[in-house]
């Protein structure tokens, strides 16, 4: 069952896009947002081509929750997880996606490299950053509650799962050193499916975990509730306020409003907003659906996340 939809990366491209195009912005400047641009594109393709093959399995089942791009802020740390996959045995998949176009490898000791430009780099390990997210998911879980059976909280059971572009070469070691596992993204549901068969063989006690639908797709929901979507601020963050605008139109753009850029390329920032019912406060389209798809809980209005707490949870099913 699909939870949360994949975030759409047209409007960051389109803004890469016109900042490109304008005649005021210096080449080095515009140098930056070509390598942005190139990186981002080839990351949305990627995160498309995964969404895609996890909600041609899974949107449907009655067995398993999918949410997409779910980004958590607790306790000062941020996870940004690409998927997020639950099933009613409580395996709880965070799968991370990497494009790799040019080739991973995989040394005996853990460390990543590619190619890049014609020569070989250093990368930062997806696994240990899997793990960083993992670890502000876990501190997720247990501010938005565990279900409980028999008086005992249920604890999920965490996969790390690297998804890899099906194009890339994957460079591995002879021996296992990774806990976590690297595949290509078309080979996701072979690999998950003869997992849950060993799980199944081996963990007769598990069978006590395996909770309803019901239960699980309230837990996806409530944690749907701490996400809280970045907006990336592309002015301020390649330094362009003095070459493209002045103060009053400066200040107008970072409130979301619409933006006449000087010269020749007309911009418009402006997104549709919605606000809290009431503290007024400006919140996320996600958010604004949460509410309006829990219509008993809320009555129909949409609430931010500090206000919806004030709002009673609806009793989960019976697992």
Partial sequence: MLIKSADKRESDIAILQKLLSHERIP???????????????????????????????AARSKNLFVIHDLRLEIGGRVAQIDHL????AFEVFVLETKTYGS?????????????YEGRTIGIPSPVEQNARHISVLKDAFKEIGLPKRLGITMQPSFNSVVLVSPKAVIS?????????????????????????DKVRLKDIPGI?????????????????????PARIDYIKKFELESALLGKEAESAFHAGEAVEMPAAAPFNAKEVQYFCASCKASIAAVV???CWNNKARFHGRAYCRVCQSKFALAKPAAS
């Avoid at 996959?85 to 009613?88: F, I």
């Avoid at 591995?172 to 849950?196: E, G």
């Avoid at 006590?208 to 809280?228: N, P």
């Fill in 288 to 290: 604004a659906k949460f």
């Fill in 85 to 88: 996959l639950m099933n009613r």
């Fill in 208 to 228: 006590f975990k395996v909770c309803s639908s019901r239960t699980v797709r309230d837990l996806g929901e409530k944690l749907l509730t701490l996400h809280t």
């Fill in 172 to 196: 591995r070691p002879k021996a296992a050193v990774l806990d976590a596992s690297i595949i290509k993204l078309d080979q996701f549901f072979s690999w998950y499916h003869q997992k849950m």
């Fill in 27 to 57: 080449h080095e400047k515009k140098q930056r947002i070509e390598r942005e641009l190139r990186s981002l594109s080839i990351g949305a393709e990627t995160e498309r081509q995964a969404a895609y093959e996890i909600d041609f399995y």
């Fill in 103 to 115: 080739g991973l490898s995989i040394n005996e000791r853990g460390e990543f490299s590619t190619v």
